[in-house]
């Protein structure tokens, strides 16, 4: 599977469940937008390894609405203690979503430490989290999205880029749209 | 004797977290904070989220203001030096405001060598970074400019520092 389809995949369950998206930095958020490009995504166009972490602080934020946060192998490995923060606060409406491929994509493809060996779905649940999923295909992917809104996905993908236009929208715009959405009242969706 | 004088200077703090109207506090811990953290820990108007890096809590508060929340981060100076990169990649470029409370160790009355890089670097990378810092002597200054630097946080949307030395934490 390319990163890409599981991308369109967890854009598919948030706008179907009218979840908060919080893209991660590089050309997965380039993915994103070319998939999917709504008021709910959060477009994190910089600060490498901090898209689980401002999901987790949305979702504490808004405890009634369902948030999700896509991030990558190279970027977990860039801030792993937030996998220990987000078991210790657990919040039930949090889903992250860890697409590893390997590779550090956006930067030419450089092995990260996954594809020699480190086993993300275990550090997810050594850290502590109690649900953590594992699948290396597109049906997997499908089915555990349909199962749950809360939790840890590691899914395995080729690396490998989609050729995919840059974000026209300014930081500005993306925030401004962005927060809109995730203050509207989740009883008027 | 006014209330600030029977006040310890965690109390102060606290109050000035309280009156800026703080609802969502990240920490990472200090000798200096460790009366100020179970205040905040403790209160139920308040999120706590005991964070393993400072930069981490950099981010968790962008997503707590952009889920309505006023955010702010209790840390020594040193986590400064954890933080820049997002400070500048994502409060500054998205203008996401922050308040870092921060235990200024490193100055006058450090006893930790390795404190001292840190402690003279701290003024002059948040001069760099264009990020306004509040220097409080008195409990009182503490209290108030808490509040201050929270609105100018808002209003400027960018973070914004408490500096607090070792000799505030010592005073009576």
């Known amino acids: ?189 | 004797m006014s209330a600030q004088s029977v006040m310890t200077p965690s109390e102060a703090v606290y109050q000035g977290i309280k009156d800026a109207c703080i609802d969502f506090i990240v920490s990472v811990p200090c000798a200096n904070l460790k009366e100020l953290i179970p205040m905040v820990d403790s209160d139920p108007d308040i999120i706590h989220v005991p964070v393993t890096r400072e930069e981490e809590g950099v981010g968790i508060c962008a997503g707590a203001y952009m889920g309505g929340k006023r955010p702010a981060m209790l840390m020594q100076n040193s986590g400064l030096g954890n933080s820049i990169n997002a400070l500048a990649s994502l409060d500054i470029l998205y203008g996401i405001p922050l308040l870092m409370i921060m235990s200024h160790r490193g100055v006058e009355g450090e006893p930790i060598v390795a404190q001292l890089p840190m402690g003279q670097l701290t003024a002059p990378l948040l001069e760099t970074l264009d990020i306004p810092y509040f220097l409080p002597e008195s409990k009182q200054d503490a209290t108030d400019m808490i509040v201050t630097a929270m609105d100018d946080a808002f209003n400027r949307k960018s973070p914004v520092a408490v500096l607090l030395p070792i000799p505030f934490w010592r005073q009576a």
């Open chain 1, 1 to 189: 599977m390319k990163r890409m389809d599981a991308i369109s995949e967890i854009a598919e369950k948030a706008a179907d469940s009218n979840a908060l998206l919080v893209g991660n930095i590089g050309i997965p958020c380039k993915e994103l937008h070319q998939t999917c490009d709504i008021p709910n995504n959060f477009y994190m166009l910089g600060s490498m390894g901090l898209a689980s972490s401002i999901g987790l602080g949305l979702a504490l934020s808004l405890p009634e609405k369902k948030v999700i946060a896509i991030d990558g192998d190279g970027s977990v490995l860039m801030n792993m203690g937030s996998l220990a923060t987000i078991a210790w606060q657990a919040p039930d409406n949090y889903l992250l979503v860890i697409i590893d491929n390997g590779a550090y994509g956006s930067t030419g493809n450089q092995p990260t430490a996954t594809s020699q060996g480190t086993d993300l779905a275990r550090v997810a649940e050594g850290a502590g989290n109690l649900k953590v999923y594992d699948t290396d295909s597109k049906k997997g992917l499908k089915k555990i999205l349909q199962e749950t809104d809360n939790g840890i996905i590691i899914v395995r993908t080729l690396p490998g880029n989609a050729e995919v236009p840059n974000i026209k929208m300014s930081p500005e715009e993306i925030i401004k749209r962005f927060m809109a959405e995730a203050s509207r009242p989740s009883s008027s969706v």
